[in-house]
């Protein structure tokens, strides 16, 4: 068995790499994902190690110490952090020569040739999902005999191996709750939204919704929701009860937890006798009943994807979504007492002054508990970054998707609406959402309500004001 790390290295100062189908890049508020999909290989691999190097504050020095004893490194990257890693694996191979160095995520999935071609340092990279496909590596399996790999062989050239299949048994993965104890410090995952501390895991992967910008179903996951079982999924939640009292939320990070709603529901029983609270992402077309049963099982908050106010959108995006389906289902959350933190997109294509306007205003009408803005990101691999090339929409430098800061910039432009135009709008809609007095009466009565919601809203207001300073001085 190979010596691996699992290595989730340094980039830009908070930069959440490990933020799966959600933009990698630093937000408003400072927030980390756990690095599930590096901690589910590392789960297979006995004696080895998982540093997730941003949310630990971690830099290179301890890093290179651990790679002298080190034969594997697995690192995650993506599209915004891709030229840093290649620098961090420089200097894991010259600590370390004889250091085979792998790299995993959706930029190498999509773009594996071109990832070697970049990153000499690189020995390998693993393209969709790599699970089985790093531990049998770490195992000693020679590279050409490795399916769902490109390869540097001894002369240079890049080989690309066949396919791997994927993971139907999804009951057949160990527990990432192991390796969050053996390797992470849960308190240092916060995600503003949640309650704190929390954990995320996964309880299948894949989303059945073809939505245009989403990065990993269509580079990873697929579009198949593969599960775990019920009875699988609550034992996991019962260990991590076990190894983690402190923990006061669970979420689950499925791309949308509710695409197979018999499922949820008996998730939630399951997790109703342990009397855990717990969140996850949902589509908003769940059924008022379904929520019902959620609800009265713990769930705390959907996580929901809206995007936009305008139907037309909705459409060029395939989000297969209705706005008055979206406006029932939000309705029913509030009825049910269900908060909502809900995303939004500026700079879809079809965007123009007046359906910002027109979304802004929906997001006021349907006011969810809270809520996030991001630009629209064509990241490698998705629909949406054929679609901007192809039509012209996006700066002469594709991979630009950040500024030197890991701050996300508007690499979308239309004949009509320009990047200056999109990257604006951001923080209009934040103003505006957030500096109503009906929202501003419900954040104060929150606070005062609760002490640790005080300490918290007053921390994210500081930082929320220097993020904005931030992009005034981009």
Request: glycine share 6%; aromatic share 10%; net charge neutral.
């Amino acid at each position: 068995m190979l010596r691996t790390l699992f290595l989730q290295p340094p980039s830009f100062d908070g930069f959440d790499g490990g933020a799966g189908s959600r933009y990698q890049a630093k937000r408003e508020i400072r927030s980390f994902w756990y690095p599930t999909w590096l901690a589910q290989p590392a789960a297979m691999v006995p004696g080895s190690r998982l540093i997730d190097a941003p949310p630990a504050k971690m830099g290179m020095g301890p890093i290179l110490e651990d790679v002298k004893n080190r034969d594997l490194v697995i690192m995650h990257t993506s599209t915004p952090s891709f030229p840093s890693d290649v620098r961090v694996a420089k200097m894991l191979k010259e600590t370390n020569p004889k250091l085979k160095i792998g790299m995993v995520g959706a930029k190498v999935a999509v773009q594996p040739d071109e990832s070697l071609a970049q990153g000499s340092p690189i020995d390998f990279v693993a393209r969709n999902e790599f699970d089985f496909t790093i531990k049998e590596i770490a195992e000693g399996k020679p590279l050409a005999e490795v399916d769902g790999i490109t390869w540097r062989n001894e002369n240079g050239e890049i080989i690309t191996n066949k396919d791997r299949a994927m993971i139907e048994d999804m009951d057949s993965l160990p527990f990432v709750t192991e390796v969050y104890k053996r390797d992470l410090r849960i308190e240092d995952y916060f995600i503003g939204y949640l309650k704190h501390p929390y954990i995320s895991i996964y309880t299948g992967r894949g989303c059945k919704s073809r939505c245009t910008f989403c990065l990993w179903p269509q580079t990873v996951g697929g579009h198949r929701y593969r599960t775990r079982s019920p009875e699988h999924v609550a034992a996991e939640i019962r260990l991590a009860m076990k190894y983690f009292p402190q923990v006061k939320e669970f979420f689950f990070d499925d791309d949308t937890f509710t695409d197979d709603l018999p499922r949820a529901e008996a998730i939630a029983r399951e997790l109703g006798k342990l009397g855990v609270t717990w969140s996850c992402n949902a589509k908003a077309n769940v059924p008022y009943d379904t929520l019902k049963v959620l609800r009265d099982n713990g769930l705390r908050l959907l996580l929901v994807g809206y995007e936009s106010g305008n139907q037309q959108i909705l459409h060029n995006i395939k989000k297969g979504m209705r706005i008055e389906t979206a406006r029932e289902f939000t309705k029913n959350c509030h009825k049910l007492g269900i908060k909502i933190h809900g995303t939004f997109i500026v700079g879809l294509p079809g965007e123009t002054k007046e359906t910002i306007r027109e979304t802004i205003e929906y997001a006021k009408e349907i006011d969810p508990h809270t809520m996030q803005v991001s630009l629209a990101a064509p990241y490698p691999g998705t629909f949406l970054h054929k679609q901007a090339s192809e039509n012209g929409w996006l700066n002469e430098d594709e991979a630009e998707l950040i500024d030197e800061n890991g701050v996300q910039i508007a690499p979308l432009h239309y004949p009509h609406l320009s990047h200056t135009e999109i990257f604006k709008s951001v923080e209009t809609f934040y103003k505006e959402f957030y500096f109503r007095p009906s929202k501003i009466f419900a954040i104060v009565k929150e606070m005062i309500t609760d002490p640790q919601m005080l300490k918290r809203r007053l921390r994210e207001g500081v930082e929320f004001f220097q993020f904005l300073r931030q992009r005034h001085s981009s």
